[in-house]
Nanobody, 120 residues
Framework: QVQLVESGGGLVQAGGSLRLSCAAS????????VGWFRQAPGKEREFVAA????GYAVSVEGRFTISRDNAKNTVYLQMYNLNPEDTAVYYC?????????????????WGQGIQVTVSS
């Protein structure tokens, strides 16, 4: 069983930056496709970014960057130029030897989520 733990969330002003981390409990995390998703209050969960197959939601492209440090078994989501519409609970998700996907059902493991709040 893979455990994923997100960190780095919090409150930031519009235009600010945050870096989210997703740390995995396995040493073979490099073999996993990882995605970031978010869910705002009253809205459905939506795709943000993925790595293995690297892709971004249109709403974040050019502002967010996904990366991984295999030595630390961690995937990062660097977020720049945040705006209030980015306010949500952010989740990382992983699938073993997955190709990466915008679809949440492509991932087997999910973190508990972390709050990101952007004030105007």
């Amino acid at each position: 069983q893979v455990q994923l733990v997100e960190s780095g969330g919090g409150l930031v002003q519009a235009g600010g930056s945050l870096r989210l981390s997703c740390a995995a409990s396995v040493r073979t995390f490099s073999s996993y496709a990882v995605g970031w998703f978010r869910q705002a209050p009253g809205k459905e969960r939506e795709f943000v970014a993925a790595i293995s197959w690297t892709g971004y939601a249109v709403s974040v492209e050019g502002r967010f960057t996904i990366s991984r440090d295999n030595a630390k078994n961690t995937v990062y989501l660097q977020m720049y130029n945040l705006n209030p519409e980015d306010t949500a609970v952010y989740y990382c998700a992983a699938s073993y030897r997955g190709g990466g996907s915008r679809r949440g059902d492509a991932y087997n493991y999910w973190g508990q989520g972390i709050q990101v709040t952007v004030s105007s």
